[in-house]
């Protein structure tokens, strides 16, 4: 069984940063990809950004150049460094590990959620 919980939530006026971070523990697979999902009040859940054990990246549309994901600890922590932060962005934030078990097939576990909101 894999645990996320997220860290970092929290209040910012438009054109300000956060950073959120995420830590797994447990039975942790050995091909991952771990990043990090948003949701707002009557919208789907969304790409914020992923990425994989080799290191390869992908953002979401509406975060291209002003949000960074990290990985340390082994690749087991997740960061996202967020900039230039507007009022779109507010959401509540979930972290996401997507274990492979074969190229196109994988099981995806999600911590808690932490509330980022902007406003002014």
Partial sequence: QVQLMESGGGLVQPGGSLSLSCVASGSIFSNVAMGWYRQ?????????????SGGSTNYGDSVKGRFTISR???GNTVTLEMRSLKFEDTAVY????????APNKWDDYWGPGTQVTVSS
Wanted: with cysteine.
């Fill in 94 to 101: 979930y972290c996401n590990m997507r274990g492979y078990t």
């Fill in 72 to 74: 340390t600890n082994g």
């Fill in 40 to 52: 707002a009040p009557g919208k789907e859940r969304e790409l914020v950004a992923t990425k994989t």
